[in-house]
């Protein structure tokens, strides 16, 4: 195959790591795909970035997949080594790559203080409503009433918001698209990568394997065509009642505002530290 | 680089396909068909209908999970 | 100045820049002047949301090239396990400083007790190796946060500083050396790409692949190759892991751990402490020597790797081996192993568990092995 014939987004792809392992019709390629897109078309210098991932698939969406520094860490916890990384070099773009359960559950209090602090770490949360890597247990995510492998007579609890729960954090950038919405997300993730502050970008995915076939959609392109149907635009939701919303999936960019970003801070600490006695 | 009169020519990767379908149903121009032939990973690979209706919208490009098809050239690129 | 507070500065001297915590007595002040001194050194003081996550961000600092410390206590130290699975795996340099405290759980949050010894060799899952080190004075506790430092940059690794309530809250005198005048060692950065390529498992330790360098590193706790590259189902890649970060360490149990020898050429009876009972012990080796007991002190400075050749050549001579600890015998069964045939040992813990072992109650059980 000549050099012309290579995919355009094949210099961010680590040699060896195609085909990835995500399962036929994973929305986790798509995701993939769109970060990559969103790199390339901002044109950020790939030695500035650090994808740090948690434990599950989404955590393979970086690793090993995208040729750039990574890491892969332990269950739940990426953002809070995130926190580190962009402390530790302020000028490294660093984007997390985790899923419902490793950010919501295990993962849930560095979420939620990473949004209060506004660190400057972006972070991608595929919401595939499964524990998808494990074998399809029932996550925090997962809709009342849905038999998973741990609740086969029927899941009780209320399932998270998670877009909600970061806004209630303080999170300064937060949306939620699904894989259906390509283009949208691509924006999104442009506008989380460009700013200074923290950002969440929730991306509804289809696990057609594990969360799918349990609700009767077991093929990825049903799955996508029903983010589709039941995709509601913010503006739109807004006028909506509870009971028109129900098991649909708001969709758009919830919060975007400007607030001071850690690393700046300490920056600015920094100067200021030797003048104050203490 | 774009050129406006050049055809687009939709480029597939069998050997990264898994064969999920999205490209040929998201094709608006529904010039994507699941091929007859099984790749060598053992999956039916899409196949180009009617090249000639290609409007490189790139919606195959963009929704493929595996990076597995793509159009060089036509009317709309994204910038390099 | 306290032991704590001599930390703090001992690591801001060995060059940390980044220090995460989480509040947790007896820890505290070791925060409390880290949150003072590094932001003038132009260094990060943050607080996390838990033990987890300043463990976890120390690690993600550390990628960046910078030295950076956390501590806590035997809660928080349970907390951070597998985060320092993490760092062992990815060969990534880091301190811990666990001011042990009386437990198990809660316990007494500001009593002295020598139990997290097993644990800082085996806190965290798996198969591994770890460095740990036994401060017994404010002095200590600079020089030793120091020497951590040096070991986590020099073989790729977490390293536990083992402190005690005791030890840390103690006030003496600390010697703080000239500016400049400190060896202090740093990680190795690769040097190309092609060097980068190759970041983990090396035997002589591998150029750490630092993010930002455009290095593409790729750092996971899955198992892998010297590459860095998953190796998810080959049993052979773990093997060569586990067998590597041994290889890593243990040859270098001598440089790595050391001891201390006090009256010990011509004694019959020694006493082996560590950490504060050391001091109780050296109170008493003293006062028997007055009482014509040849008695002396080894004091393994070094917990992990055990330096098992040092304590056996230095016991060589001894007839009775007395190992005085808090806990109920957590370095004794290491101890025990080496102590040659003719000897006798025996395992000494305080009167009560959780408080610093008495001088007399000590000096009793020596006279009596003495007679």
Known sequence: MSAQMAHPLSNYIRKGAQPHTHCSGCGNGIIAQSFLRTLHEIGIDRKKIVCVAGIGCSGWIPSPFFDVDTLHVTHGRPIAFATGVKLGKPDLEVVVFTGDGDASAIGGNHLIHAARRNIGVKVICVNNMIYGMTGGEVAPTTPRGIRTTTTPFGNLERPFDLSKLVIAAGGTYVARWTTYHVARLVASMKKALVRKGFAFVEVLSQCPVHYGRRIGISNPVEMMRWFQKQSVPVERAREMSEQELAGKFVVGEFVNIDAPELSQLYAELFETANRESN | MTSAIETPKIVIVEDLCKGCGICIEFCPAKILKVGSRMTKKGVFAPEVIDPSKCTACRICQYYCPDLAIFVVGGSKVSRS | ?371
Request: glycine share 8%; with cysteine; aromatic share 6%.
């Open chain 3, 1 to 371: 100045m306290q032991g704590n507070e001599a930390c703090a500065l001992g690591a801001v001297a060995a060059g940390c820049r980044f220090f995460a915590f989480y509040p947790i007595t007896p820890a505290g002040e070791i925060a409390e002047k880290m949150a003072r001194v590094l932001p003038k050194a132009r260094g990060v003081y943050i607080q996390m949301e838990d033990e987890i996550a300043a463990i976890g961000s120390i690690i993600g600092a550390s990628w960046t090239g910078l030295k950076a410390m956390t501590a806590t206590s035997g809660p928080g130290f349970s907390l951070m396990q597998e985060n320092i699975g993490y760092a062992v795996m990815t060969e990534a340099p880091c301190v811990i400083v666990d001011v042990q405290r009386a437990g198990p759980s809660t316990g007494i949050v500001s009593a002295p007790m020598q139990g997290d010894v097993v644990q800082a060799r085996h806190g965290s899952h798996g198969e591994y190796d770890i460095i740990a080190l036994a401060p017994s004075s404010a002095q200590e506790m600079f020089d030793i946060t120091i020497r951590a430092f040096n070991l986590a940059e020099e073989y790729r690794t977490p390293v536990i500083v083992l402190a005690d309530e005791t030890v840390a809250h103690m006030r003496e005198e600390v010697v703080i050396p000239e500016e400049g005048s400190l060896t202090i060692i740093n990680r190795k950065i690769p040097s190309s790409t092609e060097e980068a390529s190759r970041g983990f498992l090396s035997p002589s330790v591998a150029p750490m692949p630092i993010f930002g360098m455009g290095f593409a590193a790729h750092v996971t706790g899955s198992s892998h190759d010297e590459y860095g590259k998953r190796q998810a189902s080959a049993p052979e890649a773990i093997d060569k892991i586990v067998r590597t970060i041994n290889e890593k360490i243990r040859p270098h149990t001598k440089e790595i751990s050391t001891i201390e020898k006090v009256m010990l050429d011509d004694a019959d009876i020694v006493v082996v402490a560590y950490g504060s009972c050391a001091r109780t012990a050296e109170h008493v080796v003293k006062e028997a020597r007055d009482r014509g007991v040849r008695v002396g002190l080894l004091r393994p400075i070094g917990l992990w790797p055990f330096p098992a050749e040092a304590m056996q050549e230095a016991l060589k001579r001894a007839r009775r081996v007395i190992v005085l600890e808090n806990n109920l015998g957590q370095l004794f069964p290491e101890v025990e192993r080496i102590v040659p045939e003719s000897a006798e040992t025996m395992f000494l813990p305080p009167q009560t568990l959780g408080t610093l072992p008495r001088p007399d109650y000590v000096l009793g059980h020596v006279m009596t092995e003495a007679s």
